[in-house]
């Protein structure tokens, strides 16, 4: 099966950078995506990563690294609006006994204090 | 261009009850997966529709079940419903069969057993 693990909350000020991490587990490794979703809200698509590295989007980035299983998501010049939960999901390969079907984490809830 | 749609936005149900959820996908997108979130949880998957058939199973017993029709348009129905059924029920469009690795989720409804 697939699984992950990511802190459960991350607390930081505005203008501020936080990390948020992710390690998974999954049977052959198809990629790593991002998600943030508001109080009562949808999960909107942040980044997705299938091969080792940084990739950056405006004040956010996310980083693999395939061999130790693990990736993060950074937040830049941190703004009120970004206190939100954050979910990593992992699809694995087919070919390998994984799936594609995205398997998500428990969420890390980021508070962005004045 | 229309996002993912979703209805009702809540349901408050009894136990031992029947609930039909439904969901538009964005437009151009012909895959369709269901996704439930218990609180504080992340999305958990259900089932992937495409072509008008279930591609992909999650771990949900068969009171869960499902329909796309030719437009692509999707329903959830759960039958016998159980206080643990109550959480937020997501509907995520992607084109492909999944394949491509950027879903759109809807606003979810919001399902309450009492």
């Known amino acids: 099966g697939q699984s992950l693990e990511q802190p459960s909350e991350v607390t930081a000020v505005e203008g501020a950078i936080v990390q948020i991490n992710c390690t998974y587990q999954t049977s052959g490794f198809y990629g790593l995506s991002w998600y943030q979703q508001h109080d009562g809200g949808a999960p909107t698509f942040l980044s997705y990563?299938?091969?080792?590295g940084l990739e950056e989007t405006g004040r956010f980035s996310s980083f693999l690294s395939r061999s130790d299983s693990y990736g993060y998501l950074l937040l830049q010049e941190l703004q009120m609006k970004d206190s939100a939960s954050y979910f990593c999901?992992?699809?694995?390969?087919?070919?390998?006994?994984?799936?594609?079907?995205?398997?998500f984490g428990r969420g890390t809830s980021l508070i962005v204090h004045p | 261009d229309a996002g993912v749609t979703q209805s009702p936005t809540h349901l408050i149900k009894t136990r031992g009850q029947q609930v039909t959820l439904r969901c538009s996908p964005k437009s151009g997108h012909d895959t369709v997966s269901w996704y439930q979130q218990a609180l504080g949880q992340g999305p958990q998957f259900i089932f992937q529709y495409y072509e008008e058939e279930e591609r992909q199973r999650g771990n949900f017993p068969d009171r869960f079940s499902g329909h796309q029709f030719p437009n692509y348009s999707s329903e959830l129905n759960v039958n016998a419903l159980l206080l643990g059924d109550s959480a937020l029920y997501l509907c995520?469009?992607?084109?492909?069969?999944?394949?491509?690795?950027?879903?759109?989720f809807g606003p979810g409804t919001r399902l309450t057993v009492t």
């Open positions: 990563n299938a091969l080792d």
């Open positions: 995520a469009s992607s084109s492909g069969q999944g394949t491509s690795y950027e879903q759109y």
């Open positions: 999901a992992v699809r694995g390969d087919p070919a390998s006994g994984g799936s594609y079907i995205p398997t």
